[in-house]
């Protein structure tokens, strides 16, 4: 009898052994052969990513076109870095909620100003009595950029049944680069432009012998 039982634990115990050998072999099978339905599966979520999240790919055109080209003599006497709050916005009466849309911009930018020396002719040079008396062109802004890397759209309110204005950000930056420029006018940048090429040239013609100098 217990040899009979000894039998039976043994044959159970055998076929415990045996059912745990093909569970492993049926797993690995099973594993190798999804693997290529999982390895195309992820290729193809991979190529899905793609198509809904492009990278940009820039292609510059090989055929490059120099329309102008032209000598310059700019004295570049003075930079003002200027920063301008801009609010643009449209649709803000009584249902600006609904279909209205603003944003505020903050806006960097940089004005240079001088004179241009092209515009001096040999008469507006006088040597007098060891004098020598200079006609300077008048100052003007040769620059009033935008700072692309600094400016930003601080905040932007759209309306409930409204989509965002395209254009409102390229006339808010329109507006910013025009207050910049008027921002430096008002402030004196061509008196002080004017100012500084004086001192810059007078230390020119005095390195060169002449160190009576007047400038109208």
């Known amino acids: 009898m217990k040899k009979s039982i000894l039998l039976l634990l043994a044959a159970i115990g055998l076929l415990a052994v045996l059912g ?3 569970a492993l072999a049926f797993r690995s099978f099973t594993q190798q052969a999804l693997a290529p339905i ?3 599966t992820n290729t193809l979520r991979t190529q899905i990513a793609k198509v809904l999240n492009p990278t940009p790919t820039i292609l510059p055109d090989p055929v490059t076109i120099i ?20 609010t643009a916005e449209t649709g803000q009466e009584v249902f600006g909620p609904l279909f209205g849309d603003s944003l505020l911009f903050v806006a960097h930018g940089v004005v240079i100003a001088g004179i241009d020396l092209n515009q001096l002719e ?25 700072d692309n890397e600094k400016s ?11 989509k ?34 004086e001192a810059y040239l007078l230390k020119l013609f005095s390195t060169l012998g002449f160190d009576n100098v007047i400038f109208e």
Not at 135 to 146: G, M, R, Y
Not at 152 to 162: A, E, K, N, P, S
């Open 20 to 22: 745990l050998g093909m």
């Open 38 to 40: 999982t390895g195309t």
């Open 67 to 86: 329309n102008d080209v032209r000598s310059l003599a700019r004295l570049e006497t003075i930079q003002y870095s200027v920063e301008k709050i801009i």
């Open 122 to 146: 040999a008469s507006d040079l006088n040597m007098r009595g060891g004098v020598l008396t200079v006609h300077l062109p008048d100052a003007e802004v040769f620059i009033a950029a935008l």
């Open 152 to 162: 930003y759209v601080y905040d932007r309110q759209t309306g409930l049944f409204r």
């Open 164 to 197: 965002g204005e395209q254009d409102l950000e390229t006339l808010a930056r329109q507006a910013a680069e025009e207050e910049i420029y008027q921002a430096a006018l008002e402030d004196g940048i061509l008196d002080q432009a004017a100012v500084n090429a």
